[in-house]
């Protein structure tokens, strides 16, 4: 009887390590398909508007991580998003962040959520970049890409951003 007991208690145990080694996996495999669809290295790019010179992948500081973020000036999780960012742009200087919209430049420069960002030497912002949208494959506004020092994709957050998931994830890949 005892023995008995002893192989249930094994076998249990045997079921219990492959179903959590089963559900690792799992969780593994979701972890890296969530980028398939993203380039996840930054794609060459060039922009060219009305306050920027020529700028490029190359132009990227290779010390920095880079956060592109994408986005429409009337999107209400876009507005959000500008006071969010703002207390990151000042505590994180050596993050690069791009931020990047479909409208004019012309346009957006004098946006007053945009405006709170002159003067920082760690921002750019560039308008008319439909082409960058379809480089990156971006469907939801706003969405935000975290790319390393080697300019490989490390994280991405797209549509209604949890800005503390976001910013501890910032913080800790810091």
Request: aromatic share 18%.
């Amino acid at each position: 009887m005892k023995q008995k007991k002893i192989i249930l208690l094994f076998f249990n145990f045997v079921v219990l390590i492959s179903l959590i080694t089963i559900v690792f996996i799992i969780r593994k495999n979701n972890e890296l398909n969530k980028f398939k669809n993203y380039p996840r290295e930054i794609p060459e790019f060039s922009f060219q508007n009305a306050t920027q010179d020529h700028f490029t992948k190359d132009s990227l500081n290779k010390k920095h991580k880079t956060v592109f973020i994408f986005f429409m000036y009337g999107c209400f999780n876009c507005l959000l998003m500008f006071e969010y960012f703002l207390p990151l742009v000042d505590e994180m200087s050596e993050i690069q962040f791009i931020f990047t919209t479909t409208e004019k430049y012309e346009n957006i420069i004098n946006y007053p959520e945009i405006k709170m960002y002159e003067g920082k030497q760690n921002v750019r912002f560039f308008g008319e970049s439909n082409e960058f949208f379809k480089t990156f494959r971006v469907s939801v506004i706003p969405t935000v890409f975290f790319y390393s020092e080697q300019h490989i994709l490390i994280g991405k957050y797209e549509s209604e951003i949890q800005f503390h998931k976001l910013k501890k994830f910032i913080k800790d890949k810091k």
